[in-house]
C-alpha cells in the first residue's frame, strides 16, 4: 500500500529523493527554490554548496559516475538553470546518470518573462535525457520517482526537473508510488544470444580479432567479463578515451586507448585488425577518425544498451543490443560450455605484443625532468590503485591518456564527450563524496582548471578533501599545439601569463598549495598531499612547447600518425 | 527514397516540439507532418514524411522510438498503406471556359469545388502527394492564387 500525507511539493521533492537514497545534494540557491532549501532544515540529506551552479552540476556528474546512482544538484531559475545547462549537457554527451532540480517562476508567471525566468525545459531539451515540470504539488512524487528511474537505467543520462514556486508551495495528499508506468521507455533489451554465437564464431574464425571497448563498458562494470573473454579468445584489447580503464592497462593483452591522441601502439593494431568486438562505444569521430577509413576491410561485432547507436557511426556485421555485462556474460558462458580456449599464441598475438614492447620503448619523449610523461608516471608509482583520478579538458588530459595507466578498472573519469574545460575538478569533488575512503586527484591544466577553481571554497568548507595536480604550462595548451601544428605558429589568445599564482590561490581559499619545481619535489608535494586532510593545488611548472603526441590529425585516420620527430 | 513515418505519442504538451526538434537536431528534414488525436485521448498519432537514404530513415526511426514520449513509430511501406493528403487550391478564372476546365479537371481527380466566384475557384483534393503534385501542374497554366496542404495521413492496410 502506498501511504497517503498531506505536504507541501517542496517537503514531497524531499521525501521523495530520501526514499531514492539521496544522501547529498550539490547546489545553490536562489529565490525561485527557497521553498526546497527550507525543506534542508527538517531532512537528512546534506547540502554542499557551490560557488557556481556549472560545478554543481559536475558535482553531481562526478558523483554518478563514480556511484553510479544519479548525482543531484539544484539551482535556481533563470540564470541559475542556464547556468547548470553546460553540466547537463557534459553528462549527457557522456551518459553520466544526473538529476538536476531546477526552481521556476510560479505557474502564472510562466510565459510573461517574470524576474529570473528562463525557459529550462526548451533550453534543455536536446541535452536532457528527459525533463518534467510537475504543475502541481501532487505530481512532484511521482516525477521524482520516474526521474531516477529515466536517469539510472537503460543508458544513464541527465534528468531535468523544473518545479515552479507555487508548485513547491503548495499543500496536497501525496502518493508515493512504489509502482509507475512510461509507456514510451524500454531500456532493457535481452541480447540476442544466437547473435552473440555469431560473435564468437567471427572472432574466433579471423586473423586479426581485437577488442574496443568503449564507456557503456565502464557504466555497466563489465569488467570481470571483457577480461575472462580477452584471456579465454587470446584478444587485445584497445579501448576509446572514455573507455580507458575498462581494461587493466598493465595487462599484456591491454593496448590502451585509440584515437586522436591515442598510443601509437592502440592506433597501429586497431588499424591492421580484420575483426572488432566494439563494446558499448558510439565511435566518436574522436576515437575512430574518419568513418570511412575505419570500417574498410574491418568486420564490426557491435554491443550497446542503445539501439539508436547501431550503425549510426559505424556499419556493424553483427549486433547485440542490450546491457553489455549481460551481453559479455552470455558470451563468457558460451565459450565455457563450447569450451573455446584459445592457449597459444597466435601470429597476430605475437605481432601486437612485439608492436607494443616497440612503442613502449621507442615512443620519444620530453627530455626535461618535469616532461609530462615523466610527471603522470610519478603520480601513477605513488597513487594507490584504488585511487580516483578525474581529468581536466586539454593537453594534461590526453597527456594523462597516454601516461597515467588505469589498473583498476573504473577509476578514471574525463569529460570525453562534450570536453568540458573545468569538469574535472568539481566532478573530482563529486567523485570524493562518492568514495570518501580512496585518494582523489584532478589532473588539470591551468586553463581549464581556471574556469572552476572557486570551487576550491567548497572543498574547504565542506571538507572534501581532492589533490589538484596542474601541469603549469601558463597556456591554452591544446589551443597552442593547434597553432604550432596547423597555424604556422600564429598564437593567438592563448598565452595566461602566469596569472593567478596557484599556490597562493589555494592558500586565499584555505587550502594548501605547493610548487614543486623538480622531480623530488613532485614526490614530496604528492606524498604531502595524500596524506593531507585538506584539499590539495600542486602546481607544475612544465614546458608551454611540449606538444601531445601521437596526433592522429582531424579528417584523418588512425594509421595517419604524427609522432615525434 | 521517400518515407512515411507513423509516430504514436503520448498527447501531453510540448512533444510536437521535441519530435521536430530531434529531426532538426539529428540533421534530417521534414516533408510534411500531420498531427492528431486519436481514438484514445491518451495519444496523439504524428504522420511525418521525410526523405533520406535507408541508413538515415533507419537511424531516424531508431531515434524517434528512442525517444520517451514516443510510443509506437513505424516506418509504413507505402505499397501496403493508404496514405492521403488534403489539398486546397484557389485559382484565378479569366473566363467562363475556365470555370468548365477547371470543373473538368477536379472531376477528374475526385476533387469538389467549392467558392465560385466572378474570378476564382476554390478546389479541395484529397489525394497522395503525387497525385496532388500533378494537380498543380495543369492549374498552373490557370494561375494559382494560393494553397493549402495538410501533411499526410496513413495507415496501414489490415493483414499487411
Known sequence: MNEMEKMIGAKALMVAMEKEGVKEVFGLPGGANLPMYDEFARC????????????????????????????????????????????????????????????????????????????????????????????????????????????????????????????????????????????????????????????????????????????????SSAFAELQAIAETLMLPVVTTFKGKGAFPENHPLSLGPIGMHGHAEANKMM???????????????????????????????????????????????IAVVGDVRASLRIMVKLLLQKSIKKSEESPWIKHVKETKAYWRENLKLHPGELGAAKILRKLRDLLPKESI??????????????????????????????????WGFPASIGAK????????????????FSMTENSLATAVLEDIPVIVLILNNSTLGMVAQWQRTFY??????????????YVKLAESYGAQGIRAQSMDELDKAIKTALSSDVATVIDVPIDPEEDVLPFVAPGTSLSDMILPS | ???????????????????????????????????????????????????????????????????????????????????RELSLFKIKLRNANDSMEINKMANAYGAKVHDVKKDSIMVELTATPDQIAAFEELAKPFGILDVARTGVAALQRSGE
Open chain 1, 389 to 422: 583520478v578525474t581529468t581536466e579538458v586539454g593537453q594534461h588530459q590526453m597527456w594523462a591518456s597516454l601516461f597515467y595507466d588505469v589498473i583498476q578498472p573504473g577509476t578514471f573519469f574525463s569529460s570525453t564527450g562534450l570536453g568540458t574545460m573545468g
Open chain 1, 271 to 317: 588499424s591492421e585488425a580484420d575483426c572488432v568486438l566494439a563494446i558499448g562505444t558510439r565511435f566518436s569521430d574522436r576515437s575512430v577518425g574518419t568513418f570511412e577509413a575505419f570500417e574498410k576491410g574491418l568486420k564490426i561485432i557491435h554491443m550497446d544498451v542503445d539501439p539508436a547507436e547501431i550503425g549510426k557511426n559505424q556499419t556493424a556485421q
Open chain 1, 44 to 219: 537528512n540529506i546534506r547540502h554542499i554548496l557551490t560557488r557556481h551552479e556549472q560545478s554543481a552540476a559536475h558535482m553531481a556528474d562526478g558523483f554518478g559516475r563514480v556511484s553510479r546512482k544519479p548525482g543531484v544538484c539544484f539551482a535556481t531559475s533563470g540564470p541559475g538553470a542556464t547556468n547548470i545547462l553546460t553540466g547537463i549537457a557534459t553528462a549527457q554527451a557522456d551518459s553520466s546518470p544526473m538529476v538536476a532540480v531546477t526552481g521556476q517562476v510560479p505557474v502564472a508567471m510562466i510565459g510573461r518573462d517574470a524576474f529570473q525566468e528562463s525557459d529550462i525545459i526548451g533550453m534543455a531539451n536536446p541535452v536532457v535525457k528527459y525533463a518534467f515540470q510537475p504543475r502541481t504539488a501532487a505530481e512532484v512524487p511521482e516525477v521524482v520517482r520516474k526521474g531516477f528511474f529515466i536517469a539510472e537505467t537503460g543508458r544513464p543520462g541527465p534528468v531535468l526537473i523544473d518545479i515552479p514556486k507555487d508548485v513547491q508551495q503548495n499543500e496536497s495528499e501525496m502518493i508515493f508510488p512504489d509502482e509507475f508506468r512510461i509507456r514510451g521507455y524500454h531500456p532493457w533489451a535481452d541480447p540476442d544470444i544466437a547473435n552473440v554465437e555469431r560473435a564468437i564464431d567471427m572472432l574466433v574464425h579471423s586473423e586479426k580479432p581485437i577488442i574496443l571497448a568503449g564507456g557503456g563498458t565502464i557504466i
Open chain 2, 1 to 83: 527514397m521517400w518515407a512515411i513515418l507513423s509516430i504514436l505519442v503520448e498527447n501531453k504538451p510540448g512533444i510536437l516540439f521535441k519530435v521536430t526538434h530531434l529531426f532538426r537536431s539529428r540533421n534530417f528534414n521534414i516533408d510534411s507532418i500531420s498531427v492528431g488525436v486519436t481514438d484514445n485521448p491518451e495519444y496523439s498519432k504524428m504522420t511525418i514524411t521525410t526523405i533520406g537514404d535507408d541508413k538515415q530513415i533507419e537511424q531516424i526511426v531508431k531515434q524517434l522510438d528512442k525517444m520517451i514520449d514516443t510510443v509506437k513509430v513505424e516506418h509504413l511501406d507505402k505499397h501496403k498503406t493508404v496514405y
Open chain 1, 433 to 448: 563524496v562518492a568514495r570518501p575512503d580512496v585518494p582523489v586527484v584532478d589532473i588539470a591544466g591551468d586553463g581549464s
Open chain 1, 488 to 501: 604556422d605558429r600564429r598564437m593567438i589568445g592563448v598565452d595566461q601569463g602566469h596569472c593567478p599564482d
